[in-house]
């Protein structure tokens, strides 16, 4: 697809407003990508995968070409990253944006996708890429891309990394109390339109919060594992799991693409739920809004997920009874460093 092509056809994507099919929910710089492309390998590609699978959102007709432009983008930006200059390109960081919409958050519950969290360290590294501050307005998610980077090891082997974990766990637990404070400011939301600017912006930050405590309630999940008898983590694993019930039911009317996030936040909650009337409620959930994404099995992803949670435990188990319990007090630290100290939900 020519320069100039490719250029009109993201343009036209990116003139749909509604928010359900609105790209741009992904970041208001995504208009300013056409006149880039034609400079940037790595950027014409990304934005080709793109506007190859958009079709599928509005349409659900799928196209056979998305999957190879994906793969395509994938080593046009490793060409590029290993290209001194172009590794420092405007043009690079949103091939790489474009790129991480669509893998990272998939790695979380799709074990054939494998995530090399040192890449994502050094792509971090080389555009500065910092945290927002605690006191940022609207309040986000403080975690940086690397950090995100490292849930799919965690969640595969998470024995050498429970410190690191538990300290991530506290900081994202915060911030999605923050986060929620800030919601609840749309909580009286009467607009029935979906190119309403508060509807886009109540839609985006909807968005964020409930990924945050998704990701949140993985951390929690790893966490119980090595500390089953700790209430405060069951309490807050509770919360977290009504919590993606709640948002994934108001979200419902931006599907499919404003609510595209929300499957994977379903996925985790099945996982996670021990309480029966939750995780009914998590698989009819599921159940209804994998009808937008028909070609991925949900179910899979939920039994593979589950099943490595299950085998955390049975692990930890056995190391408890071996090592008398140490094991868990020294992966926690000081015991004022336990999330006993203090719970938010």
Not at 52 to 61: D, G, V
């Amino acid at each position: 697809m020519p320069g100039n092509e490719l250029a009109m056809s993201f343009a036209c994507t990116l003139t749909i407003t509604d928010v359900r099919y609105d790209i741009t929910y992904y970041g208001a710089f995504l208009k300013e990508i056409p006149r880039r492309l034609g400079s940037s390998v790595a950027l014409d590609a990304s934005v080709k995968a793109v506007v190859t699978a958009y079709p599928y959102f509005r349409h659900q007709n799928f196209s056979p070409d998305a999957y190879m432009e994906y793969c395509n983008s994938l080593r046009a930006l490793r060409e590029s990253l290993n290209d001194p200059v172009e590794a420092q390109s405007p043009n690079t960081l949103c091939a790489v944006y474009l790129i991480t919409i669509c893998q990272i958050l998939e790695a979380v519950v799709n074990p054939r996708i494998q995530m090399d969290s040192q890449w994502w360290e050094d792509v971090t590294r080389r555009f500065s890429v910092t945290p927002r501050p605690r006191d940022a307005n609207p309040p986000r998610s403080s975690n940086t891309l690397s950090t995100l980077a490292k849930f799919p090891e965690w969640i595969r082997r998470p024995d050498p990394y429970i410190p690191e974990i538990a300290v991530v766990y506290l900081t994202m637990r915060d911030d999605a109390e923050r986060m929620r404070q800030y919601l609840a400011r749309w909580s009286d939301l009467t607009s029935t339109s979906f190119t309403d600017p508060e509807t886009f912006e109540h839609c985006r930050y909807q968005a964020g919060y409930t990924l945050v405590v998704t990701l949140a309630l993985i951390l929690n999940t790893l966490l119980r594992a090595f500390d089953p008898n700790n209430n405060v983590l069951v309490t807050e694993a509770f919360s977290f799991c009504d919590h993606i019930i709640r948002e994934s039911e108001t979200a419902c009317r931006y599907r499919p693409l404003g609510a595209a996030y929300v499957s994977l936040c379903l996925v985790v909650g099945c996982s996670a739920a021990e309480d029966a009337r939750q995780l009914a409620q998590l698989q009819a959930l599921l159940a209804d809004y994998s009808t937008d994404f028909k070609e991925i099995n949900w179910i899979e992803r939920v039994m593979w997920l589950r099943a490595s949670f299950y085998s955390h435990r049975l692990r930890a188990r056995s190391t408890r009874s071996e090592c008398g319990g140490e094991l868990v007090e020294a992966a926690w630290g000081q015991p004022n460093g336990r999330p006993e100290s203090c719970c938010i939900m």
